[in-house]
């Protein structure tokens, strides 16, 4: 073995097991085998690629999926795009294809390893003929060269001498799955096919948008290439094979490699793109495998050093939060772009873009990776023009964000589906659920008060501000004793054409007032650059007074004598329902006789919707508000929604429903590891994957950035004997560390200086770059072993 292999395979060595997510046996389960292909998927948030096995078994869903990569076709809307995938590796023996289909399964087990990036898979497989076979495979999308992927597979005779034809090339034929049982969707044209002796290139552009991909790789065995003969390439349709003959020698084990490259005509020439592919290739070539590995090792070992969050005392949460962390991970766009409610692990939801990004997802990558999150609201401003027609199109001024969106940011939400009872029925999200244009301006806010960005709020962000502003100005009615926002559809999707969402409204309430604030305070600086915003949309002084007078009086009432918030006008005199009776895994069932056809009678509500206020809003209503409409709304709720277990978890954590939380908890962080609604197959749950993440830091860990101090509530469940994690605020990193007896916490900062921070009410001020500790009874600051924390007051402070 040469020196070059021994450091590849030390470099593709498993980590400890606490990175490890591991399945072992196979199922020839259709659905059984698709979920593992969702959840094993590798990627670097410019193409993930999902974890089908290299031999594509009956029954498997492969797929390369790119971030921005949609087309229509003869497709209802624009979806995501199933790209071609260079992982297909297929050994024969006497003419058959070896797989856990074809052959008796003696061991075979699929291995994440979370730390590095890299998906594993060991095979031992007895033919017909008694002959076996042992493969391993090791693939990986680099993380620091985003373009770029490598493989390594390795093979064993272990009872046999004989020929063993291998294949390995690039796979065109991927159809998107359409909406009926057995329909495919064909949204990729074959373009040009180059073949060498170890080298293959295949280009395919999409049908509608024609966006050229390309994909070059080279398939070469590992060391002494002796009994390998017979180089052959091949094309069967839009396939293309390099076919060797292995002459396979008992007990002696074999290995290939495969280095591909991927690139669109985004990034290049469309003319040259054959080229520049080729030129990447070989630049990878040269420079190797083991020192592209080495640098993909360490770019995932920066990014789990900011994002892993340490839970001691509980094994299972710590894996299933790293495992959603991973997720968060794969998925980061490297560029200017956003990720859908499935993330780029299957065309579930069509790869659309929903308000999932900014409420569930975006706070991971602000709190963590600043420019990811800049990169997801650049998305939002490109596609601003997108948004100015929906609102055109519905008769409205302003920019609407399309409820499912794509490229343009037009509203791509399909006209029909098939709801939970399995019949079809019209989509009315498109044209009523439009909180979505206040939940992407939430998301601007709060990026702005965690980064201090102001380039971005002056140079995009007012922009999309104020255009949003004059949707909702346009969208409201006025009535005799305020405004109402009618014919709307809030989070609990069930109740459809309502009117006066609380959620909707009090969101819409904060951005009005938001966008007049800014107006004001940029207005009176007298910026040159103000006034030609102003200008170019036409904006005036008097058109943004209405502003605040429609946020004083859209309507939005808290019951004086229960704390509760009404879901939307006319929704307690609704046929009062609770869920009594729930599933072997714990869901809610419907009660007798109520179906998914009529719980809109009915209070029972499919997912959060009041409660969401208080996610958003925490400091804005008393904990007795909080608490009564916690336990009014959770009894009514059918978690028919990957979003509503985290938002559960996170309000019940704030109103001392602990025990709740924590179940709540570790159902949104298992939500896709055990498939928790049955649909894992069709990509994972990203808001779930947030809201994960979110619970752990905000609920748990307690933690609240405003923009002049941190504030900690935390609380542990008895299990947890410790929790660490960090985030990014302002250019500084937070480190905390939460026991039941004590929090501690250090902020590094280039810059010193004193930070501000309150512990359960009561406030200190501290120097930066030294740890500090909270002793949680009573409230004491110390410098770790030192009485050395100012007390500044013992008050909290409750404004946003």
Not at 487 to 508: C, K, R, S
Request: proline share 4%; with cysteine; net charge neutral.
């Amino acid at each position: 073995m040469r020196h070059d292999d021994f450091d590849v395979d030390e470099l593709l060595r498993y980590s400890q097991d606490e990175w490890l997510i591991e399945r072992k046996g196979f199922s020839r389960n259709r659905m059984r085998m698709q979920v593992q292909e969702s959840l094993f998927c590798v990627g670097n948030g410019y193409l993930n690629i999902r974890g089908s096995l290299e031999e594509l078994p009956p029954g498997s869903m492969p797929g390369m999926y790119m971030n921005g990569i949609y087309d229509r076709s003869e497709a209802d809307v624009e979806e995501l795009v199933k790209c071609p995938v260079w992982t297909d590796v297929s050994f024969w023996i006497d003419g058959l294809k070896v797989s856990p289909c074809s052959c008796k399964v003696m061991r075979h087990t699929c291995t994440l390893d979370m730390r590095k990036g890299i998906l594993h898979r060991y095979s031992r497989l007895k033919t017909p003929e008694g002959k076996i076979l042992s493969i391993t495979t090791a693939r990986m999308v680099f993380m620091h060269s985003v373009h770029r992927g490598y493989m390594r597979v390795r093979v064993t005779a272990e009872n046999f001498s004989g020929a063993v034809k291998v294949m390995s090339g690039l796979n065109g034929e991927m159809l998107n799955r359409g909406f009926f049982p057995g329909e495919h969707l064909k949204h990729l044209h074959l373009e040009r096919i180059e073949r060498g002796r170890d080298l293959m290139y295949l280009e395919m552009k999409t049908r509608e948008q024609q966006i050229g991909i390309s994909v070059a790789a080279a398939w070469r065995p590992v060391g002494d290439r002796k009994g390998v003969s017979g180089f052959a390439p091949r094309i069967y349709g839009e396939k293309f094979t390099s076919e060797l003959t292995l002459q396979a020698d008992q007990g002696r084990l074999y290995a290939f490699e495969k280095y591909a490259v991927v690139l669109t005509s985004r990034e290049a020439d469309p003319d040259r793109l054959f080229r520049e592919s080729i030129c990447e290739l070989r630049a990878f070539l040269k420079k190797g495998a083991t020192s592209e590995i080495g640098e993909h090792i360490r770019a995932w070992a920066g990014r789990w050093e900011q994002a892993d969050i340490v839970i001691e005392g509980d094994p299972p949460a710590r894996q299933a939060l790293r495992y959603n962390i991973y997720q968060l991970l794969i998925n980061a766009p490297p560029f200017t772009g956003s990720t859908g409610a499935r993330f780029l692990s299957s065309e579930g939801y069509l790869g659309h873009i929903f308000w999932d990004t900014e409420i569930f997802i975006f706070p991971f990558y602000l709190y963590n990776f600043p420019k990811v999150a800049r990169n997801m609201l650049m998305y939002r401003y490109v596609t601003l023009p997108g948004a100015l027609k929906n609102a055109e199109r519905a008769g409205y001024s302003g920019a609407k964000y399309g409820w499912e969106s794509a490229v343009t940011g037009e509203d791509v939400t399909p006209r029909f589906a098939s709801k939970l009872e399995r019949t079809i029925r019209l989509i009315y999200t498109g044209r009523e659920e439009d909180h979505i244009v206040s939940d992407v301006i939430y998301a601007l806010e709060r990026y702005f008060r965690v980064t201090g960005d102001e380039h971005f709020l002056f140079d995009q962000g007012l922009e999309m501000i104020f255009q949003t502003a004059r949707f909702w100005v346009s969208r409201v009615d006025a009535g005799e004793d305020g405004y109402d926002i009618r014919v709307v559809i809030g989070p609990d999707e069930f109740h459809e054409h309502v009117t006066n969402n609380a959620y909707t409204n009090f969101l819409v309430r904060w951005h009005l007032n938001l966008a007049a604030v800014l107006y004001r305070y940029f207005a009176h600086r007298n910026l040159p650059g103000f006034e030609r915003i102003c200008r170019e949309i036409s904006l005036q002084p008097d058109e943004v007074s209405s502003w605040k007078d429609i946020s004083r009086g859209l309507k939005f009432k808290v019951d004086e004598a229960t704390g509760l918030i009404e879901q939307f006008d006319g929704y307690f005199m609704l046929r009062e329902l609770t869920v009594t009776k729930h599933d072997r895994h714990g869901s809610p069932l419907l009660p007798p006789g109520v179906t998914y056809r009529t719980v809109d009678r009915t209070q029972l509500i499919k997912q959060a919707d009041v409660l969401m206020i208080f996610i958003l809003f925490p400091h804005l209503f008393s904990d007795d508000v909080k608490l009564s409409n916690y336990e009014y709304y959770e009894r009514r709720t059918m978690h028919k929604s990957s979003l509503s277990h985290c938002s559960h978890a996170m309000v019940g954590l704030s109103v001392g429903k602990r025990q709740h939380a924590y179940n709540y908890f570790m159902k949104t962080a298992r939500f896709d590891l055990e498939n928790l609604h049955g649909n894992t197959h069709l990509g994972i749950h990203a808001a779930a994957v947030g809201g994960t993440w979110q619970t752990v830091v905000t609920g748990f860990g307690g933690l609240a950035l405003k923009s002049d101090r941190i504030e900690l509530r935390p609380w542990l469940p008895k299990r947890w004997t410790q929790l660490s994690f960090r985030v990014v605020w302002r250019g500084r990193i937070i480190e905390l560390a939460i026991t039941h007896k004590h929090t501690d916490i250090m902020v590094r900062s280039d810059v010193d200086g004193m930070v501000a921070c309150s512990f359960w009410g009561s406030c200190f001020r501290f120097p930066v770059n030294q740890v500090y500790r909270f002793s949680s009874s009573p409230v004491t600051c110390m410098l770790k072993g030192e009485c050395d924390g100012e007390v500044e007051n013992s008050t909290d402070s409750a404004s946003d």
